[in-house]
């Protein structure tokens, strides 16, 4: 179980300091999936950074199993079971796909490596021994990223947008993965999207706004919500325009 208790996170910015998060309090129980959704600079990837560790709080505590990691550093979070798939992926020129996957997987894990690069849409053959470099578009990255996340046996798995960038093909893969993921382990999901399929996903959804906790529901309630929209922009829906799984909204 992952409890956030009124955490609040100030930031430097170009006018000063920024509150980016305004006591937040969520308690995310193992073997659930949870969607955090909201306007753009609400304070969603905010609070994944939280938890992660990339951003420390101004105050409040993040307990995991009970044990305060307030003010661990992102590696020891990493070795107690939390993951992070960032929204724009690095690159890790000289090292190949298959030995980043290996490492991610570790000793204790044994995984299929081809396996995991199918979930993500990906094919072992053509990926294994490349090396991460300038050749791999950002949807390729975002995809191995995303494997690397899936190697391991975690606690808690956060995708920061996982669609982004993502074939129609390869999201439908990756949901499906996510499902066989929380079927299979005790990981607790979180996932930051707009995306209607993902929100079909959640145990619960999250809503974030002003960097606060708007409301939390269920995924039948935010999906009827969407669906009673007066509007022809469906931004949050799969949108298969250019092939891809989203689409921009020019309103």
């Given at each position: 179980m992952?409890?956030?208790?009124n955490v609040s996170v100030t930031l430097e910015g170009d006018r000063g300091k920024v509150q980016v998060l305004k006591e937040i309090s969520l308690t995310l129980e193992n073997k659930k999936i949870y969607v955090i959704t909201?306007?753009?600079?609400?304070?969603?990837?905010?609070?994944?950074?939280?938890?992660?560790?990339?951003?420390?709080?101004a105050a409040g505590q993040i307990l995991l199993d009970g044990a305060d990691i307030t003010h661990m550093e992102i590696h020891e979070r990493a070795r107690?079971?939390?993951?992070?798939?960032?929204?724009?992926?690095?690159?890790f020129k000289g090292i190949k796909v298959r030995d980043l996957l290996s490492w991610a997987a570790g000793t204790d894990n044994p995984t299929d490596i081809c396996d995991l690069l199918y979930d993500v849409g990906l094919c072992a053959q053509d990926y294994l021994d490349r090396e991460i470099n300038a050749s791999f578009s950002g949807g390729e990255l975002k995809r191995i990223e995303i494997a690397s996340i899936l190697a391991r046996n975690l606690k808690v798995a956060i995708f920061d947008e996982p669609e982004a960038?993502?074939?129609?093909?390869?999201?439908?893969?990756?949901?499906?993965?996510?499902?066989n993921l929380n079927e299979k382990y005790d990981t607790t999901i979180v996932l930051i999207s707009h995306q209607e399929r993902i929100l079909q996903l959640a145990d619960?959804?999250?809503?974030?706004?002003?960097?606060?906790?708007?409301?939390i529901t269920s995924r039948e309630k935010i999906l009827e919500d969407i669906e009673s929209l007066d509007t022809d922009c469906r931004c949050r829906k799969n949108c298969s325009r250019g092939g891809r799984a989203v689409a921009e909204c020019n309103r």
């Open positions: 992952l409890q956030l208790i909201g306007p753009n600079g609400g304070g969603k990837s905010s609070i994944a950074k939280a938890i992660m560790g990339i951003y420390q709080p107690l079971g939390i993951g992070y798939a960032f929204q724009q992926p690095s690159r960038g993502i074939d129609l093909w390869s999201f439908q893969k990756l949901t499906e993965t996510i499902e619960q959804v999250i809503l974030v706004a002003n960097g606060r906790i708007s409301e």
